[in-house]
């Protein structure tokens, strides 16, 4: 990569500002992604200097930072507990502990990356992100709408809920990016995600609706689920998977997890 001018921000303004300035300039967050994509940068601008790096808790929520690190998002006490904490059983199959020093919470959503392992989970959470210009929005909004890359991150708030939870993600070797993804909770109703279709993760939401309208969760509901899921998602093919493979997975681990979260 190489950068003409590298700049620490004083404050958030100052930030969008310079981002908005030149459409090659760049914010850099942990830079474990950026460093390996982007060619020619004119202004790269750090936000370390922001106070960003931080996860807060109270009774109902949990508010993390965008700069936090994808580590001390999977180690802590109070994000582990979350819906029997899927989300750091997704963070902590990601590459090695050494990269997951580096990677950031706000980097991994922004990047908004097809492969990620953390969109499906965001996404069946209860999650919330906030924007330094756009304000609030959930994460579903974020990644089914257009024109919000040249907006800052903040931070993102869960809220905190203990249902039964199941994450599954399914690669050729431990540290490549998965072949396909599947996140489900269950807290008396049942949000189930998909990613590495291979295009962008999503929810699930006609899948959703029909289990939430049945009062029993039979195996004869469960087929009918995954046969309405496999309607709904858009499986393709790319160099990690067929189509048809990718469906096979889809059918089987959703039926694993739509078994294991109603136990
Ligand atoms: C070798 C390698 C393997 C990986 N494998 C996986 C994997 O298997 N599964 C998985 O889920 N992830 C994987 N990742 C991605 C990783 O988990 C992070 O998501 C990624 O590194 C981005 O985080 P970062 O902090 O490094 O962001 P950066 O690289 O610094 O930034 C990424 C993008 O987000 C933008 N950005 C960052 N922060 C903000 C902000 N606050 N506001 C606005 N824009 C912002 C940047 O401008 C840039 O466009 C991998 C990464 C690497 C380097």
Redesign the pocket.
């Known amino acids: 990569m190489n950068v003409n001018e590298y700049v620490v921000v004083e404050n958030i303004d100052q930030a969008y500002q310079l981002?908005n300035q030149n459409k090659k300039n760049?914010?850099?967050?942990?830079?474990?992604?950026?460093?390996?994509?982007?060619k020619e940068v004119n202004k790269l601008i750090s936000?370390d200097d922001l106070s960003?790096n931080y996860i807060k808790t109270n009774d109902k929520s949990v508010e993390i930072g965008?700069?936090t690190?994808?580590r001390e998002v999977e180690m802590n006490d109070v994000v582990n507990e979350i819906d029997h904490g899927i989300l750091s059983t997704?963070?902590s199959?990601?590459?090695g502990v050494s990269?997951?020093n580096?990677?950031?919470?706000?980097?991994?959503?922004?990047?908004r990356?097809s492969?990620?392992?953390?969109?499906p989970v965001l996404l069946v959470l209860d999650c919330q992100l906030y924007?330094?210009n756009r304000g609030e929005m959930t994460i579903n909004e974020f990644i089914t709408s257009k024109g919000l890359?040249r907006?800052?991150?903040?931070y993102i708030k869960i809220n905190k809920s203990t249902g039964q939870s199941y994450f599954k993600?399914i690669?050729h070797t431990a540290?490549?990016?998965?072949m396909l993804n599947v996140a489900i909770t269950f807290d008396g109703s049942f949000r189930i995600a998909i990613g590495s279709q291979p295009g962008m993760a999503m929810l699930c939401e006609q899948t959703m609706a029909f289990l939430n309208q049945q009062n029993d969760i039979s195996e004869d509901v469960i087929e009918q689920a995954v046969s309405i899921a496999l309607t709904e998602l858009k499986l393709s093919s790319n160099i990690r998977a067929s189509k048809a493979y990718r469906e096979v997975l889809a059918k089987t681990y959703i039926k694993r997890g739509l078994r294991q979260v109603i136990k």
Do not use: C, E
């Not at 492969?115 to 969109?119: A, N, P, Q, V, Y």
């Open positions: 981002f760049q914010i850099i967050a942990g830079g474990a992604w950026l460093k390996l994509s982007v936000l960003l965008a700069l690190s994808l997704a963070i199959q990601i590459m990269i997951r580096l990677a950031t919470i706000g980097g991994s959503i922004m990047g990356f492969f990620s392992d953390i969109i924007f330094h890359d907006d800052i991150l903040t993600k690669s540290l490549d990016f998965s």
